[in-house]
């Protein structure tokens, strides 16, 4: 089944410890990105990568780090979790080209708690 | 600057009334794609509608419709007869080919709530 998992989909932690969510696809996508979503603020992007050792800032970077070694995985790190950072996160993939739009697949969300 | 503004936070109905929730975008590319995706309570986000820039035909599947008017840049979402299960929160969003068309630019979202 085609599809994009995370982990893990809720973490409850505390500031300033290291913490990392995954993300997974199993379909070949160059393509991964990574979104926050808060209340009245809809989703905002916050890094992606277009493809193996690409990476690039989104719309709200500060705070986090991503690494893309391999094509399936997109892993979002914080260094340093602070409260501000509690928030819902969302991991996409798609194929990717710059002449046509290929569908954007989302995994489940991570609900992140920073106390 | 917003590029999708979604004006209404929050709209309360009673189940069969019928509800239009408001999309308006901007962009500088001729060419690109709109999208509309339901987020209910258990937080996932289900793609609802993907329309094309160049496809301005109005689109109705069951008891959802959508109207795509390029002239006010608007890309309204009709659920008519609404049901206690329509009750989520509802995000239209942009995708453009200056960014490469795999990035979604989302609005704030609407929640919609329909009581019995």
């Known amino acids: 089944e085609a599809q994009v998992t995370q982990n893990p989909r809720y973490l409850i932690t505390v500031t300033g410890k290291k913490l990392t969510v995954t993300c997974s696809q199993n379909?070949?996508?160059?393509?991964m990105s990574w979104y926050r979503q808060d209340p009245g603020l809809g989703l905002r992007q916050i890094y992606y990568?277009?493809?193996?050792?690409?990476?690039d800032k989104g719309d709200v970077p500060e705070g986090y780090k991503v690494s893309r070694k391999e094509k399936r995985n997109f892993p979002l790190i914080l260094e340093s979790p602070s409260p501000n950072q509690t928030s819902l996160y969302f991991c996409?993939?798609?194929?990717?080209?710059?002449?046509?739009?290929?569908?954007?697949?989302f995994g489940p969300g991570t609900r992140l708690t920073v106390l | 600057a917003q590029k999708v503004t979604q004006a209404q936070t929050e709209i309360s109905v009673v189940e069969k009334e019928d509800v239009t929730l408001d999309c308006v975008y901007e962009?500088?590319?001729?060419?690109?794609?709109l999208f509309w995706y339901k987020q209910p309570p258990s937080g996932e986000l289900v793609f609802l509608i993907r329309?094309?820039?160049?496809?301005?035909q109005n689109e109705i599947s069951g008891r959802y419709s959508w109207n795509f008017q390029k002239s006010t840049s608007s890309f309204n979402f009709t659920i008519t007869a609404s049901q206690v299960v329509d009750s989520a929160v509802y995000f239209c969003?942009?995708?453009?080919?200056?960014?490469?068309?795999?990035?979604?630019?989302f609005g704030k979202g609407t929640m919609l709530l329909v009581s019995p």
């Open positions: 379909m070949n996508h160059e393509y």
């Open positions: 990568s277009m493809n193996v050792e690409v990476t």
């Open positions: 329309r094309n820039s160049f496809d301005e």
């Open positions: 962009t500088r590319d001729t060419t690109y794609y």
């Open positions: 996409a993939s798609s194929l990717y080209s710059r002449s046509s739009y290929n569908e954007q697949f």
């Open positions: 969003a942009l995708s453009e080919a200056v960014r490469g068309y795999s990035t979604l630019t």
